[in-house]
């Protein structure tokens, strides 16, 4: 895990235009308002060892928190966005995109507003699917969370 590549590409992400459809890019995808990228995947479908995913999250969820703490120096300590309730909500709500969608594969991101930018960044492990790979996801969006 390359901690200082992670930061760098979301460093790039947060000034990077948005695409004007949805379509997958050099590190993910994109679409209009945000960008998401693939910092880290685990093993894929049907690999089917269930240890090997649980020993992948928590290799993740370390990678997440250490992209925490550098990126907390520079915007500040924040506290845990919680997903699960986002995910909730969709029953009864229009959740814009991409946070439908990132609450969908996450239970909780690191989440700030980056200053200047007018743009959001999070990062999260996406490990809601057994059916999924787990992934280390960087966000960075125009859309304020709901």
Known sequence: ???????ALIDELC???????HAPSDVGFGAPGHHVAVLESGPGP??????QRAVTKDQFEKGRDAVYEVLASRWGDVSPFNLQTVLLRTGDEEIPEPWAWLSARADVAWLWEVRGTGRWAAVAV???DPGDEVQLLAVVTETAPP
């Open 1 to 7: 895990m390359n901690i200082a590549r992670h930061i």
């Open 126 to 128: 996406a490990d809601r």
């Open 46 to 51: 049907g690999d089917g060892d269930p240890a």
């Open 15 to 21: 000034f990077r235009p948005f695409p004007a459809e």
